[in-house]
């Protein structure tokens, strides 16, 4: 079993930035890729970004690149997301979780998610 515990979210203005985390217990971290996803109100949830293992590979969903950075660290478990030039369409609940084995886009690759932080960008 692995409990995944989401924290920065908040409200920002447009152009602001926010770092969201997401600390992992119950397996070893290293071993699994991770992901950030994002449901807005009446939308589909959706693939933000991913990171592999050991964080040399990263994917980004096209409407974040270059604004959002996904990182990890092995030593405290815990993954980031760190996001710059927020815009109004950026707001959502942002879930991350763990990958059944390789990086990937697909929310059916994920196995383990956290219950999510609220991301709210003003206009």
């Known amino acids: 079993q692995v409990q995944l515990v989401e924290s920065g979210g908040g409200l920002v203005q447009a152009g602001g930035s926010l770092r969201l985390s997401c600390a992992a217990s119950?397996?070893?971290?290293?071993?699994?890729?991770m992901g950030w996803f994002r449901q807005a109100p009446g939308k589909e949830r959706e693939f933000v970004a991913a990171?592999?293992?050991?964080?040399?590979?990263?994917m980004y969903a096209d409407s974040v690149k270059g604004r959002f950075t996904i990182s990890r660290d092995n030593a405290k478990n815990t993954v980031y997301l760190q996001m710059n030039s927020l815009k109004p369409d950026d707001t959502a609940v942002y879930y991350c979780?763990?990958?059944?084995?390789?990086?990937?886009?697909?929310?059916?690759?994920?196995?383990?998610w956290g219950q999510g932080t609220q991301v709210t960008v003003s206009s």
């Open positions: 119950g397996r070893t971290f290293s071993s699994y890729a």
């Open positions: 990171i592999s293992r050991g964080g040399t590979r990263t």
């Open positions: 979780a763990t990958a059944r084995s390789v990086i990937s886009t697909n929310s059916p690759a994920y196995d383990y």
